[in-house]
């Protein structure tokens, strides 16, 4: 009897309650109804149920018809308790294929399974290495409240789990309680009742089923406790002795039937798993590439990916303005965060000499234009001891010639000095300039009487560049880069996850007005993401004190130039003032410290 006065029948578990379909309102929880009510006021009270779950008793009714009408109510609850079932297992099979979570993956199985058995308790343990160990990992009671937190322990053919993993079969016992178990599947082994004398609990029926993989593997183990007559919690002893059945035929199938789905989705969230770090390790085999290449900018590639990834998170999670319609899901954030890590990949296709030049002359330029230098003091110097010997022959003073050989060593070590100062990649001032046009037409005769150019064109084409260390050509060939990532990059079966990845690190070093490379294409053809990494690549190469051929730039300044930027038209000024408003570049102080635990 209910507590409203209406009556409930349970038979397998299908739940009949019956009503006086007059005055009472039917339960929450019921797989059918039956009314009853007398002939003539049953349209009227079957007016007011809703559900399609109801039988009906017109009374009076003879005893055959009641035991008929029972009967079939209970035929029909249990007909609607399989159907549910089975749209529950479907339900589970598509949230299963869905979910790559290992953890919620194996508490949606267990929860699916306790419900279909109405078991008290359960657990869900994972097989590690060969079937040497068994961990711990999700476990529910509805009786007992306890921090069980995970461990682990061998297999053994001692246990129940053990038995059931090493046999690869279901291990049911009806009561592990009773003096002998004639039901129990396999050969007697040790139950451990520490648990239950510790809480006060007793572990009577138990169906202990391992998940098998379609090739054999056991990837774990379900094990239900206490198949139970009704929901309601175990307290006492009379509750363990009378509310406790043992585990069906029907509850043996179904769940045999969840630990195989289980085991597939299992074995599905590993492969994702293994995959994702399969990308994740030649991801960052990549970048350790790009570092060995240039090693200069080591890091670099992280922090424009650690910076962009920042930045769509502010504009994912921005409550109004430009960004309040913007919304990256984890994946989208991962495509980001590659494509920052990759950007710089095809570095590895231009040539290191031009990627790490520091100077604006190569080291064996200089080295080379040194030579000639000495080369030209020894002709000096020999020029001088011809004219010395002239003066002795003749009897002739030689300071005049002394004095003019002083002033051309003079105006030679003026020469190296201006080549120097001219060769490091800061601004050129004007006085250099004009200096090196001069020297473009010094020369000297060698010991063949060759005219020979200190200075060579090579040369001073290097030298004459206005700012930083690279020529016109160099600096085309190292914005090829660009080129050469999207093109190493489109060539990687991304999916449709990460299937952007190429676009966003190949248009990186776009601008808005069109003249950014390699391109040069117009705002609308910049993706969001790619024109964040833009903001983020500028600010790191700014602030960078990794870099031997320029000085690092404070913050402020930084944030300066990038107005600057933005002003002219070639970067977007709403994802700059993001940067600056949600102070963005700060997590690279985070992110550093995260890497260094």
């Given at each position: 009897m209910l507590a409203d006065g209406s009556l409930s029948i349970t038979h397998k578990r299908a739940h009949v309650v019956v009503i006086d379909a007059c005055t009472s309102w039917p339960p929450e929880n019921y797989d059918v109804l039956l009314a009853v009510a007398p002939t003539d006021e049953l349209s009227v009270a079957l007016a007011r149920l809703r559900t399609p779950r109801v039988h009906v008793l017109p009374l009076p009714a003879s005893t055959l018809m009641i035991e008929r009408t029972v009967g079939e109510a209970l035929r029909a609850a249990a007909d609607y308790d399989q159907a549910r079932k089975a749209d529950r297992l479907i339900t589970l099979g598509t949230a299963l294929n869905a979910e790559r979570d290992p953890g919620r993956l194996l508490a949606m199985i267990l929860e699916l399974a306790r419900e279909f058995t109405h078991a008290d308790a359960g657990t869900i343990y994972l097989v590690e290495g060969d079937r040497e160990r068994l961990v711990f990992k999700v476990s529910?009671?509805?009786?007992?409240?306890?921090?069980?937190?995970?461990?682990?322990?061998p297999v053994t053919p001692h246990s129940i789990v053990g038995s059931a993993v090493l046999r690869a079969k279901t291990v049911r016992v009806d009561d592990l309680y009773a003096d002998h178990e004639p039901g129990a599947t396999m050969p007697p082994w040790n139950h451990d009742r520490s648990f239950d004398q510790r809480f006060g609990y007793q572990t009577r029926s138990m169906l202990t089923v391992p998940m098998i993989t379609p090739d054999g593997r056991v990837l774990g183990v379900m094990q239900l406790i206490n198949a139970c007559r009704d929901r309601?919690?175990?307290?006492t002893p009379e509750d363990f002795a009378l509310r406790v059945e043992a585990f069906s035929n029907e509850d043996e199938t179904v769940c045999n039937a969840l630990a195989a789905q289980g085991a597939v989705a299992l074995e599905n969230a590993r492969l994702y798993a293994e995959i994702q770090a399969l990308f994740?390790?030649?991801?960052?085999a990549s970048v350790h590439a790009i570092e060995q290449r240039d090693p200069t900018t080591s890091g670099h590639s992280q922090r424009v990916a650690d910076l962009t990834v920042a930045l769509a998170k502010a504009a994912d999670g921005a409550p109004s303005g430009p960004f309040r319609d913007v919304s990256y899901s984890p994946e989208q954030l991962r495509e980001i965060e590659y494509a920052g890590l990759l950007h710089d990949f095809g570095k590895v296709g231009v040539r290191e000499q031009v990627l790490i030049k520091a100077k604006k002359l190569f080291?064996?330029?200089l080295e080379l234009l040194h030579a000639r230098f000495a080369h030209m003091r020894t002709a000096l110097r020999v020029r001088l001891l011809e004219r010395q010997l002239e003066c002795i022959r003749d009897g002739r003073d030689d300071a005049d010639i002394r004095a003019a050989h002083a002033i051309e060593l003079a105006e030679l070590e003026d020469a190296v000095a201006t080549v120097l100062a001219a060769n490091e990649p800061s601004l050129l001032p004007q006085a250099v300039s004009s200096k090196l046009a001069e020297l473009a037409h010094l020369s000297f005769a060698d010991d063949e009487g060759v005219l020979v150019k200190p200075i060579a064109h090579d040369d001073l084409l290097a030298l004459t560049v206005r700012r930083g260390s690279l020529t016109a050509?160099?600096?085309?060939?190292i914005q090829q880069h660009v080129t050469h990532t999207y093109n190493f990059l489109v060539r990687i079966p991304w999916g449709r996850a990460l299937a952007a990845v190429p676009e966003i690190a190949g248009k990186h070093h776009e601008y808005l007005d069109g003249s950014g490379y390699p391109g040069r294409v117009m705002a609308t053809a910049i993706p969001l993401q790619a024109r964040m990494m833009t903001v983020a690549d500028i600010y790191d190469a700014l602030t960078a004190s990794d870099r031997p051929y320029k000085r690092a730039v404070p913050m402020p300044q930084a944030l300066e130039i990038l107005r600057g930027e933005a002003s002219t038209g070639k970067i977007d000024a709403e994802i700059l003032d993001l940067f600056i408003g949600a102070r963005v570049y700060e997590c690279l102080e985070g992110a550093a410290a995260t890497r260094t635990r």
């Amino acid at each position: 009897m209910l507590a409203d006065g209406s009556l409930s029948i349970t038979h397998k578990r299908a739940h009949v309650v019956v009503i006086d379909a007059c005055t009472s309102w039917p339960p929450e929880n019921y797989d059918v109804l039956l009314a009853v009510a007398p002939t003539d006021e049953l349209s009227v009270a079957l007016a007011r149920l809703r559900t399609p779950r109801v039988h009906v008793l017109p009374l009076p009714a003879s005893t055959l018809m009641i035991e008929r009408t029972v009967g079939e109510a209970l035929r029909a609850a249990a007909d609607y308790d399989q159907a549910r079932k089975a749209d529950r297992l479907i339900t589970l099979g598509t949230a299963l294929n869905a979910e790559r979570d290992p953890g919620r993956l194996l508490a949606m199985i267990l929860e699916l399974a306790r419900e279909f058995t109405h078991a008290d308790a359960g657990t869900i343990y994972l097989v590690e290495g060969d079937r040497e160990r068994l961990v711990f990992k999700v476990s529910h009671n509805d009786s007992v409240t306890a921090d069980l937190s995970e461990f682990s322990f061998p297999v053994t053919p001692h246990s129940i789990v053990g038995s059931a993993v090493l046999r690869a079969k279901t291990v049911r016992v009806d009561d592990l309680y009773a003096d002998h178990e004639p039901g129990a599947t396999m050969p007697p082994w040790n139950h451990d009742r520490s648990f239950d004398q510790r809480f006060g609990y007793q572990t009577r029926s138990m169906l202990t089923v391992p998940m098998i993989t379609p090739d054999g593997r056991v990837l774990g183990v379900m094990q239900l406790i206490n198949a139970c007559r009704d929901r309601a919690p175990l307290r006492t002893p009379e509750d363990f002795a009378l509310r406790v059945e043992a585990f069906s035929n029907e509850d043996e199938t179904v769940c045999n039937a969840l630990a195989a789905q289980g085991a597939v989705a299992l074995e599905n969230a590993r492969l994702y798993a293994e995959i994702q770090a399969l990308f994740e390790g030649f991801v960052r085999a990549s970048v350790h590439a790009i570092e060995q290449r240039d090693p200069t900018t080591s890091g670099h590639s992280q922090r424009v990916a650690d910076l962009t990834v920042a930045l769509a998170k502010a504009a994912d999670g921005a409550p109004s303005g430009p960004f309040r319609d913007v919304s990256y899901s984890p994946e989208q954030l991962r495509e980001i965060e590659y494509a920052g890590l990759l950007h710089d990949f095809g570095k590895v296709g231009v040539r290191e000499q031009v990627l790490i030049k520091a100077k604006k002359l190569f080291p064996h330029q200089l080295e080379l234009l040194h030579a000639r230098f000495a080369h030209m003091r020894t002709a000096l110097r020999v020029r001088l001891l011809e004219r010395q010997l002239e003066c002795i022959r003749d009897g002739r003073d030689d300071a005049d010639i002394r004095a003019a050989h002083a002033i051309e060593l003079a105006e030679l070590e003026d020469a190296v000095a201006t080549v120097l100062a001219a060769n490091e990649p800061s601004l050129l001032p004007q006085a250099v300039s004009s200096k090196l046009a001069e020297l473009a037409h010094l020369s000297f005769a060698d010991d063949e009487g060759v005219l020979v150019k200190p200075i060579a064109h090579d040369d001073l084409l290097a030298l004459t560049v206005r700012r930083g260390s690279l020529t016109a050509a160099e600096r085309t060939e190292i914005q090829q880069h660009v080129t050469h990532t999207y093109n190493f990059l489109v060539r990687i079966p991304w999916g449709r996850a990460l299937a952007a990845v190429p676009e966003i690190a190949g248009k990186h070093h776009e601008y808005l007005d069109g003249s950014g490379y390699p391109g040069r294409v117009m705002a609308t053809a910049i993706p969001l993401q790619a024109r964040m990494m833009t903001v983020a690549d500028i600010y790191d190469a700014l602030t960078a004190s990794d870099r031997p051929y320029k000085r690092a730039v404070p913050m402020p300044q930084a944030l300066e130039i990038l107005r600057g930027e933005a002003s002219t038209g070639k970067i977007d000024a709403e994802i700059l003032d993001l940067f600056i408003g949600a102070r963005v570049y700060e997590c690279l102080e985070g992110a550093a410290a995260t890497r260094t635990r």
